[in-house]
């Protein structure tokens, strides 16, 4: 059975309740693209019953994360933003009494979530008790990142951080000049003709979760990866973005804000079954909006193990 039969069989039998939207590209013609309608949210705002269409924008959460890192590459690539391997905190100069201790940070150390901090998004995304919503109700998110103590040696072990996705939102915007939105309209999604939303709190986008695209609009994020950037965003940062750098687990690892699988696909995840999934050898991308909010996120998944199954 192909790709679309597994699907169709799937979602007849209720195999993927939650499933919003999927888009599956293979050497770059859409093979399949479904919708959904369910309850959902604008991060924790609900939105009620939506019928979701291929006009539809849907919210990505984490993979902003990941667009974030496109972002920085071309912000890279025009000279804007510090190199990886620079320190991280003269980057930060309002914040130079919190610098003691920390002068060894490097914005590497934000692309792969190693910084070292004590920092947990382990406990539900509606509780301050989780670091990033803490950074969002904080007076100032960059103090509260910046001043969070060591826990370990930087460098060493992945550690979840939406502070670091917001700390490379800030030097991406403070380079450019303007809002990180713009930055984005400008070198990305304007010239890709991508409507978007991306969502702010106290009038600054939330480089960690605040965006909203449509499926499709996932999907050809996920072309652009594949097809090495396209020179919106410079080839060498790809590869450089998508190179296994630390350890989350056996066959699973992390490069510069991406999910690395070595030798099999790169990643986006977000909150609720949010996917965008590149399979180089496969000349394959997958990118599934879901509402699984703060679950197991099983409707994704469960997508996702059919469209990757052996043909």
Not at 211 to 235: F, K, M, N, Q, Y
Not at 242 to 259: C, D, M, N, S, T
Request: with cysteine; net charge negative; proline share 7%.
């Amino acid at each position: 059975m192909n790709i679309a039969g597994r699907i169709d069989a799937l979602l007849a039998a209720g195999g993927a309740p939650r499933l919003h939207g999927l888009v599956v590209v293979r050497d770059g013609r859409v093979e399949l693209e479904r919708y959904g309608a369910g309850e959902d949210f604008r991060l924790n705002v609900p939105l009620g019953h939506v019928t979701f269409g291929p006009d539809v924008i849907h919210d990505v959460r984490s993979v902003t994360k990941s667009v974030v890192a496109l972002l920085y590459g071309a912000a890279l690539g025009d000279g804007l933003v510090p190199a990886p391997g620079e320190p991280l905190l003269p980057a930060f100069p309002a914040y130079a009494d919190l610098a003691e201790g920390k002068e060894h940070l490097t914005v590497e150390h934000a692309l792969t979530m190693t910084l070292g901090l004590d920092w947990n998004e382990d406990v539900p995304y509606t509780s301050t008790a989780n670091s990033e919503l803490a950074m969002e109700a904080a007076p100032d998110r960059y103090r509260y990142i910046l001043e969070r103590p060591l826990v370990e040696e930087p460098g060493k072990r992945w550690r979840y951080c939406g502070g670091a996705a917001a700390l490379l939102g800030r030097l991406i915007a403070d380079g450019a000049g303007v809002p990180l939105e713009e930055f984005a309209r400008e070198r990305l999604f304007g010239p890709l003709g991508m409507p978007f939303e991306w969502t702010a709190n106290r009038g600054v986008a939330m480089a960690a979760a605040g965006l909203r695209l449509r499926p499709r609009d996932l999907a050809e994020l996920g072309s652009l990866v594949l097809d090495g950037g396209r020179g919106l965003v410079p080839g060498p940062w790809i590869a450089e973005m998508l190179r296994p750098r630390v350890r989350i687990a056996e066959g699973f690892e992390y490069g510069y804000q991406w999910y690395v699988s070595p030798g099999q696909w790169v990643t986006a995840i977000g909150n609720g079954g949010q996917r965008v999934l590149v399979a180089p050898e496969r000349r394959l991308v997958v990118a599934v909006a879901a509402g699984d909010y703060d679950s197991d996120q099983t409707s994704a998944e469960a997508v996702m193990r059919e469209v990757l199954a052996d043909e």
